[in-house]
């Protein structure tokens, strides 16, 4: 073991209340945290930004320490011997949610929290390990301690830029980093007039700039008064909000950049999950001679390491095999084999300067000018036909992983997803042996597996509200026979230019029916090439790189539709293959909110069919009626099984599954109430 770490084990207790899961038995809670100790001279923490001038012991060491999360089985040898990692997202617990149709809860201790018990019942080892460093404490989130980078001369400084929206005239304080569970890097000076505040309408709007005279850095003190006074307000000043007397103004996109001082060193975060993970796997003990709580009678009981992030955490697996973290301290490989969830074409902005770990990346409307998505975009091997560089995400083939990566509808028109299996002229790339890509047509970027109303709230069509979280274990299932046993999961499945099923905005709005009442976006989100410059590597927060000129952008497609509005290409879940409505992977702004006719956010629609034929006749619907498509309940059911049982037989559903759906099928059978969930 090449890197020091330490766990200190806070609580071990029964799981689910001592319930046994199949042929795995009973598991167990282990709670703590994880103290680690790196030099920052050696090669495995070479390209830490800021990592030199982090604070160091007596030995020349940098510390830092995460909160942990284990559920294992009370014995291990009963288990798989697979260890499966959560990412989580945002420093939230997620893989129950998804893998096992749980409740979200961040301090899983009961039966309910197992869900229907997948990962348990598979006998996985369940790990969480903190990662993000600027995450604050709450919502029993998981936590990464990072250290503050300090020159011996003077304190480090550097430019921040931060932009949110707000969408009621009444918010008249923000946090600087723009988010509420978010550290704020404090200001140099809190005088108003050495930052800049500006406000713009579109994202390629003008920037109007805000007289430093209308805000200050401060934020609301709020509380009762005495002698019957009510609440009672005071502004104090503040490094780490901003404030606008009166309230900002709702539907403007504003844009703060201020001279920010102590960064923190959040690249330590590949390093925390690395080092966590490669000690589990590969130890026996601990720095002190406590032992591995997954090894017994001296032998480690993890074969093989399995990890999963979704969105923001999916971009993090992406950069994290990109920047060579896949490797220890010592050379080994640590994950075999990773899913990496509707993170598009991006990668995560962390090992950088000033950088902030819960930035969405951009889309049409909402962060659009992020730098997450950059060259290299694909596994391959490419050119990037503007700046002539070449590059791929997989680069270190004795430690780089096996990789299925799948995406939904919405990366497609919000996050250039088709970047992750095209050039960036658009033309379709072959994909590596040991990666596969899986778009799940038609369906939204958050696919929550509890059952929910297709509500429509600010947005103009009611959300999609399709499931998918039967593909997740499937996927599961697939990478461990890959990496286990050599067996290939299915082969790609994405809409491809060879096909004609991967189009631009012209040919696909040609081909989408013209439905009543529905509004459509213009086209995918634009991702034209920012130069980000040496400033941008080196470490410091993503400013607004200049753009090379839109024209000159990356070429961004979408799946082609059929008739119904249904993608072609892709694997379609059950709700998909036998719809009840079309469903897309983006929704459009309302007149209630801002930017109206935008796209919004990572939100899909669902489009209901016309319930009858007389309706479909009445209002010009080209669609077929329900009552044309499925005369019963019966029929819908039976056309659901068949879906089931094909996608089965293709490996992108398990067996358990189909019983589960077909349970639930006759409940999304409501003609009379179509846009219940």
Sequence with gaps: MTNLIHLDIKERNPFAGGQAFARTGPYERLRGRAHFRVDPH????????????????????????????????????????????????????RALQFFCDAPFSNDPRTMEHAGNGFLFRRGYTVVWCAWQGDVLPGGQRLLL?????????????GAVRTEFIVERDDIECMPLSGFASTHSYPPVSRDPSRATLTRRLDPDGEREKVDPSRWRFARIEQGPGLDGQGMERGLVPSDSNIHMPGG???????????????????????????????????ELSDTHGQPNPLAEDGVNGIEKAYCWGRSQTGR???????????????????????????????????????????DAAGQQFEA????????????????????????????????????????????????????????????????????????????????????????????????????????????????DKWASDGMPPPPTRIPSRAEGTLVD??????????????????????LPLFDHGPRMEQGFRDLVPPRITEQKGYTVLVPLTDADGIDIAGVKAPMIAVPLGTYTGWN??????????????FTGSYLPFPKTRAERQRTGDPRLSIEERYPDV???????KTACQNLVSEGFMLEEDVARTLAHAGRWFRPWSATAG
């Design 505 to 526: 905005a012209n040919t696909w709005r040609a081909q989408f029916p013209s439905i009543p009442g529905a509004c459509y976006p213009q086209g995918p989100a634009r």
């Design 634 to 640: 019966d029929t819908f059911v039976a056309q659901v």
């Design 588 to 601: 459009i702004r309302g007149r209630s909110i801002s930017g109206v006719g935008a796209m919004y956010w």
């Design 368 to 479: 659009y000018d992020k730098g997450a998505d950059r060259f290299p975009f694909t596994y391959a091997l490419t050119r990037d036909h503007l700046t002539r560089a070449e590059d791929s995400l997989l680069k270190h083939p004795h430690t780089d992983p096996l990789v299925i990566h799948t995406q939904t509808c919405t990366e497609y028109w919000q996050r250039h997803g088709s970047l992750a299996h095209t050039d960036t002229r658009g033309a379709d790339v072959e994909i590596p042996d040991n990666v596969r890509v899986y778009h799940w047509s038609s369906t939204q970027h958050f696919a929550d597996p509890a059952p929910s109303p297709a509500a429509t709230g600010p947005l103009v069509h009611p959300q999609n509200r399709a499931q998918t979280s039967m593909l997740f274990r499937a996927m599961l299932v697939a990478l």
């Design 145 to 157: 301690d990072v250290p503050v980078a300090k020159s011996t001369q003077t304190p480090l400084h």
């Design 42 to 93: 050696a090669p495995a923490q070479h390209n830490i930004v800021d990592l030199e001038h982090a604070p160091r012991d007596e030995q020349g060491l940098v510390h830092f320490t995460a909160d942990i999360l284990i559920l294992k089985p009370v014995t291990m040898e009963r288990g798989n011997g697979r260890l499966f990692y959560d990412y989580g997202n945002r420093a939230n617990i």
């Design 248 to 282: 900002f103004a709702a539907g403007y996109i504003y844009e703060l950049i201020y001279e920010a001082r102590d960064p923190l060193v959040l690249g330590l975060g590949y390093t925390a999950v690395r080092d966590f993970i490669s000690f589990l796997r590969y």
């Design 316 to 358: 993090l697996i992406r950069e994290t095999i990109y920047q060579g973290f896949n490797a220890d301290a010592g050379g080994r490989k640590v994950f075999d084999g990773v899913l990496n969830h509707v993170a598009g074409g991006g990668r995560m902005i962390l090992n950088h300067r000033f950088a902030c770990g819960t």
